[in-house]
């Protein structure tokens, strides 16, 4: 989906002394994160992240920022920086490594080790890292990085502070301030004041939460919600939660070793991302308490607890195939207690809730954030937002993270605070900082570039419709065989159809007007078989239009014999 401002145009060269913003992604939507800072020629990248589809784009496995406004200048590009470990802002780097093996990577050592873990996938070979924590100063090029500790639904998260000869940028991440994380690690709001002292000319913020009153409940808060469905299970728990959510998944670790169960990992990124949070010691694990899948399904049910992927209802996730009774060793019984300890992420409703029902069928007792106090948000809501702000003072707001509605409610709370200049801007639109002040310069083409299989960016938008409409109408193909020389029919019309109605007879009604309107085509000297085609489409699509009010696919084939 390409975004409607037909008034902006590709801007002009960037003045002397500029500094140029542009997203490539994440501006209009929640996924796909990837913002372009260019001065004096260089560029600097913040984020390189996924989308992951809906519904609506059938046959789809990720969306991919649009690398081609600087596709021809990645050789220009001093380095990523990778603000934390979610998909949503690294899925798309070894995409984008693809494309410029050398880029110099720039994260936390928890968001490097996940994306390392994620390169080796894709079989890319280890490239220049930096390992960077909070209060860390780095130059690249003619951008000075410094780096702040944001608290976020994953450990190790940063903001980042961006110095050019333009002026100083702050770009929070995404973040929360929650005042008692589980590893102490607040979002360093002393640094936030001590760079708004020294002057921050543009801010770039987290809008996710942004329409949400008030303050993200405390992490610790679920803590005792936990506690008491461990108390009330008597049977098998199955915790279902983030693979990132190395948080979440310690206080499930907690719970089951005061309650004297053991756990195993369901789910290829569970597994994977919690022994490198253990490994880099994010994560502490109580010896013994982890058991392999097999060897937890020995024990009695209320000694088991299973942490597993597919808190979105992905179709192939472990909790999809325990929901369908087609999981290879974890069966569901009545009396198990099912925890959807995460968000529900809009788009993933009807998958959720069929996950849901399924358990349910089955007899397990599910606990999810619609009944319990079993997730909080990972963002800042909009007091927490305001704080910022305040405490910042920024010349400049640019709201980032989110649908255009989480941004306009953003850009309303810095306005709320006396921030004068606040700069809307969605995917691919260009805003340079001249003198202190932001505005919008033009924009560049930035559409939804998807991967499907093993192609990225062969499938379009129109080969979604198309995906769409088979999904949704079915399709009629009418095959005719007509003489070159005299143009009359020889064989046919042969209808086939799928999807729309599978009575052969449905069609007898339309054979003869089809076979009339060829020959009325080739009566008025029509002799071409695309336009004779067009003719067959046109004749099938007003009758069904007309008999069965439907809107199939039609493929006409006319073949000169
Ligand atoms: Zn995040
Ligand atoms: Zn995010």
Not at 112 to 133: D, P, Q, Y
């Amino acid at each position: 989906m390409s975004h409607p401002h037909p008034e902006l145009s590709i801007p002009g060269p960037l003045p002397e002394g500029g500094l140029r913003v542009m997203a490539l992604g994440g501006l209009g939507e929640i996924g796909r994160n990837m913002t372009v800072f260019e001065y004096d020629d260089r560029l600097l990248i913040v984020d390189c992240g996924v989308l992951f589809p809906e519904e609506h784009h059938p046959g789809v496995d990720l969306i991919l920022p649009d690398f081609d406004a600087i596709r021809d200048r990645l050789d220009e590009v001093e380095a990523l920086v990778l603000t934390h470990g979610h998909e949503d802002h690294i899925g798309a780097t070894p995409y984008l490594l693809r494309e410029r093996g050398d880029i110099p990577l720039v994260g936390s050592e928890l968001t490097l080790a996940l994306l390392g873990a994620k390169l080796r996938e894709h079989r890319l070979r280890e490239t220049v890292h930096h390992v960077v924590s909070e209060g860390d100063v780095l130059q690249f090029g003619p951008f000075e990085l410094e780096f702040v500790a944001v608290n976020h639904s994953i450990p190790d998260a940063l903001a980042v502070a961006i110095r050019t000869g333009a002026g100083m940028v702050l770009h929070t991440g995404d973040f929360k301030m929650d005042q008692l994380p589980l590893d102490g690690r607040i979002t360093d709001l002393r640094a936030f004041a001590r760079l708004g002292e020294e002057g921050v000319d543009l801010f770039l913020t987290d809008s996710t939460n942004a329409e949400v009153p008030g303050f993200t409940t405390p992490e610790a808060d679920i803590t005792p919600v936990i506690d008491r469905v461990f108390n009330k299970s008597e049977g098998r728990l199955i915790v279902a939660c983030f693979a990132s959510h190395v948080h979440r998944v310690q206080q499930i670790l907690d719970a089951a070793e005061a309650h004297g169960r053991k756990v195993a990992y369901v789910g290829r990124s569970m597994v994977r991302n919690m022994a490198i949070a253990r490994d880099l010691g994010y994560l502490t694990v109580p010896p013994g308490l982890i058991v392999d899948a097999k060897e937890l399904a020995d024990l009695a049910p209320e000694r088991q607890v299973l942490i597993s992927t597919g808190s979105q209802g992905e179709p192939l996730s472990a909790l999809s195939r325990i929901a369908q009774r087609n999981h290879n060793f974890v069966h569901i019984e009545k009396g198990d207690t099912v925890v959807l300890a995460s968000s529900l992420i809009p788009g993933n409703e009807n998958a959720v809730f069929r996950v849901i029902n399924g358990l349910t069928r089955w007899g397990a007792n599910v606990v999810h954030k619609g009944n319990a106090l079993v997730h909080v948000s990972g963002h800042a809501s909009a007091g927490e937002l305001l704080y910022c702000y305040n405490i910042v003072k920024p010349r400049n707001v640019m709201p980032v993270h989110g649908e255009i509605r989480h941004m306009v409610a953003n850009a309303e709370l810095a306005r709320k605070t006396g921030v004068e200049n606040v700069v809307l801007a969605e995917d691919g639109v260009v805003v340079d900082l001249v003198d202190g002040v932001a505005k919008v310069v033009g924009k560049v083409p930035c559409g939804y570039v998807f991967v499907d299989g093993t192609t990225i960016g062969d499938i379009t938008e129109s080969s979604l419709k198309d995906r769409r409409i088979l999904g949704e109408e079915g399709f009629i193909s009418i095959i005719v065989v007509i003489d070159s020389n005299t143009g009359k029919i020889v064989s046919g019309p042969e209808i086939q159809a799928r999807g729309f109605a599978e009575d052969e007879a449905t069609f007898d009604t339309i054979r003869q007007p089809i076979i009339d309107a060829l020959e009325a085509a080739v009566a008025e000297g029509v002799d071409d078989a695309y336009q004779l085609q067009q003719t067959i489409r046109r004749t099938v699509g007003r009758w069904v239009n007309r008999a069965h009010r439907r809107r199939p696919m039609i493929i006409p084939v006319v073949i000169e014999a």
